[in-house]
C-alpha cells in the first residue's frame, strides 16, 4: 500500500533561518510526487512536480528535490509569509484511482520575525 | 493552471439533511477528485469523478451517502446525504490538468 510520511509535524523558524521538510514515500510506481502550501481555511496551492530521481525544481525561495525513497522541499532564508501548512502527495501508476493524490500529514512551518 | 470555483464556501447544516458542493472550472478538463479535509487532517480522496463514466469512489465512501454528477468537461457536483456531525469536514474539488493538479478553494461543512 502506498505510504507517504511527512516530517516534522511542526517547525518553527526564525526569519532568515534555512531549513528542509521531508517527505519519506512508498509507492510501487510513482507517477509524479506534488508539493502544496496550505493556508488556513483555503485550498492546497501547487508548488511542484516531481518525476524521476535527481530532479530538482526552484520556485522563489523554495527548491524540491527526489530521490527515489524520499523528497525534501528546502526553503532558503525564510520570511513570514512562507508562514503555512506545507503537503506532499504522491501519484502512483497503478493505482485503482488513476491520477488521484495520496497525501501525506503535512508540516506545520512557523516563521517569526 | 487551472482556476476552480466552488459553492457554497461554507454552509452550517442540520443532521439528517443533504448539502450539494459545486464544482466549476475555467478549463475543460476531464479527470476531477473530490477529497475531504477533516479538522487538522491530510486530505483523504472520496471519488474520481470523470467526465464520460461513473464515479468510481474509494473505500469507506459510497455513492449513496456522496452521489457524484459530471454533466460536462467543467462541472461537478458532490452531495453529501443524510448528514451527521461527523461529515464536519472541508470538502474539495481538484482537477488533472497537463500534469498539474489543482484544487478548489474548499467549502466548510459544519453539521449540527
Known amino acids: 500500500e502506498d505510504q507517504v510520511t511527512q516530517s516534522p509535524e511542526a517547525l518553527r523558524l526564525q526569519e532568515g533561518e534555512s531549513s528542509s521538510l521531508n517527505c519519506s514515500y512508498t509507492?510501487?510506481?510513482?507517477?509524479?510526487l506534488f508539493w502544496y502550501r496550505q493556508d488556513p481555511g483555503k485550498g492546497p496551492e501547487f508548488l511542484f512536480t516531481l518525476y524521476s530521481a535527481g530532479e530538482e525544481k526552484e520556485k522563489e525561495r523554495l527548491k524540491a528535490t527526489l530521490t527515489k525513497k524520499e523528497s525534501f522541499l528546502h526553503i532558503t532564508a525564510p520570511k513570514p509569509e512562507d508562514s503555512a501548512t506545507y503537503l506532499c502527495a504522491v501519484q502512483a501508476t497503478n493505482s485503482n484511482s488513476g491520477y488521484a493524490l495520496n497525501f501525506g500529514k503535512g508540516t506545520s512551518l512557523l516563521v517569526t520575525p | 493552471s487551472a482556476v476552480i470555483s466552488q459553492k457554497p464556501s461554507r454552509d452550517i447544516c442540520q443532521r439528517g439533511t443533504s448539502l450539494t458542493i459545486q464544482c466549476q472550472v475555467d478549463s475543460q478538463v476531464t479527470m476531477m477528485f473530490w477529497y475531504r479535509q477533516q479538522p487538522g487532517q491530510s486530505l483523504t480522496l472520496i471519488a474520481t469523478a470523470n467526465q464520460g463514466s461513473e464515479a468510481t469512489y474509494e473505500s469507506g465512501f459510497v455513492i449513496d451517502k456522496f452521489p457524484i454528477s459530471r454533466p460536462n468537461l467543467t462541472f461537478s457536483t458532490l452531495t453529501v446525504s443524510n448528514m451527521s456531525p461527523e461529515d464536519s469536514s472541508i470538502y474539495l474539488c481538484s482537477v488533472h490538468f497537463y500534469n498539474e493538479q489543482f484544487f478548489g478553494p474548499g467549502t466548510r461543512l459544519t453539521v449540527l
Open positions: 509507492v510501487s510506481g510513482l507517477r509524479g
